[in-house]
């Protein structure tokens, strides 16, 4: 569409992630994170100046070990976590692992990883986020369950997933039906346009919401204290310096 | 630990449990209903790694915060090799994480050990020689050839370093 906005994707995915982050839990993210650290640190700035930010493999953390994060998941003291899959299906269940069903001969394979399948029961909301907005990457069922959305009940579970967040819409999880339905749609987007990026099912009747565009103060907070922070304490440095505040 | 297993919260319902036979679903003994994964305790032969001090009884200073202790502790034999062997380590003089001898069997003197990854506070990553591996990996015979020249064709760890650890890498001012 020809709509001009004033603000880039990865400013838009960092805002609505920031929005997620309420005042007082522990929040956090893991590696390869830099759009989940930069919200973590807006809202920071913003609305939660009592959370309390991991962001792993940067100074933004208590402790130095895995061993300490896996057991502050474990006894559910995270409030918020953020995570990515290359897959992510109706189900709410992400694909960390391969590209193909055949565990000997994966298409692709990706690092795969414990820790997201075992902080995914334990944070209490999990927002799912995904940078491309397709078929390929949002589809039916994934070729490799990586973490589940939901388990039985009689399943030990501390928490789910609450939302997907990707540059054209945001989902939200519905537990009692096990599904992702779609929340709104970024500005700029219609339903239309989801529906044709996204594999499976949106879950709505007609009008759905807009989301409510990153605001000017939003936007200016991100793109100078955030990102100065970002540079000085070298958490994702070279990205915030790219893509926050150039758009 | 010393426990069999350990029960841990996540992974029901996840392909990982189909290919693991160190994990598996079980009942909550006390309740005898609410179900949670259950993973076996790993108790390693032997586990090898790399650190940054060691002194002659075994004592180690890791350089930084890593795992090593569990690791350690989890292993019937522990081989420790070092950038840097010294006559005597205390706990107090560690950095990062400290072994303390009675976990620790034996200790090989082994500079530049990370080699092409890199040793916190002394050298960074050889990314060269890390693009050559990654390159190697896309097929088995560049793989077996890669092996050839890195591991079973050279004579010594000393000769390795001579040939492959570049001189710059080699340099203090370098250091990571």
């Known amino acids: ?247 | 630990m010393g426990v069999p297993y350990v029960p841990v919260f996540g992974l029901v319902g996840t392909d990982l449990l189909k290919r693991r036979d160190d994990m598996v679903l079980a009942p909550d003994p006390f309740d005898g209903k609410t179900i949670s994964v259950v993973a076996k305790a790993m108790r390693p032969d032997v586990a090898v790694f790399h650190v940054d001090r060691a002194d002659r009884q075994g004592n180690v200073s890791c350089g930084y915060p890593v795992e090593a202790v569990i690791l350690a502790e989890a292993s019937q034999h522990v081989i420790v090799t070092a950038e840097e062997v010294v006559d005597r380590l205390d706990e107090k003089d560690a950095i990062g994480a400290f072994v303390p001898s009675i976990l620790v069997d034996a200790v090989v003197h082994a500079p530049f050990g990370s080699h092409p990854a890199g040793m916190t506070g002394r050298y960074g990553p050889d990314k060269v020689h890390m693009q050559q591996y990654v390159a190697a990996s896309r097929d088995d015979a560049a793989f077996a050839q890669y092996l050839r020249t890195y591991v079973f064709d050279v004579e010594s760890h000393a000769d390795y370093v001579e040939r492959f650890v570049p001189r710059e890498l080699q340099r203090p001012s370098r250091a990571a």
């Open chain 1, 1 to 247: 569409m020809s709509v001009r906005l004033d603000y880039s994707e990865a400013e838009l995915m960092a805002v609505l992630m920031s929005r997620e982050v309420r005042d007082g839990e522990v929040s956090a993210c893991g590696a390869l994170s830099q759009l989940p650290a930069a919200g973590l640190l807006l809202a920071k700035e913003l609305h939660a100046p009592n959370a309390e930010l991991i962001i792993l493999n940067t100074i933004f953390r208590p402790f130095h070990t895995s061993r300490q994060f896996h057991f502050l998941a474990q006894r559910g003291e995270l409030g918020l976590f953020f995570a990515s899959g290359v897959q992510i299906d109706r189900h709410g269940n992400y694909n960390l692992h391969q590209i193909g069903t055949d565990p000997e001969r994966p298409e692709v394979r990706f690092p795969g990883g414990y820790g997201g399948g075992m902080i995914y029961y334990c944070a209490r909301r999990t927002v799912v986020f995904r940078t491309e907005h397709t078929r390929r990457s949002l589809v039916e069922r994934v070729d490799f369950i990586s973490a589940a959305g939901s388990s039985p009940a009689n399943v030990l579970r501390l928490g789910n997933p609450s939302k997907l967040i990707t540059p054209k819409a945001n989902f939200r999880f519905e537990k009692d039906e096990a599904r992702l339905r779609l929340d709104s749609v970024h500005p700029s987007y219609t339903v239309e346009e989801i529906r044709e990026n996204t594999g499976f099912d949106l879950g709505v009747t007609e009008p759905v919401a807009t989301t409510p565009a990153p605001t000017a103060e939003e936007l200016r907070v991100l793109r100078s204290v955030v990102r100065s922070k970002m540079i000085e304490t070298g958490t994702y440095a070279v990205w915030a310096e790219r893509s926050l505040g150039s758009s």
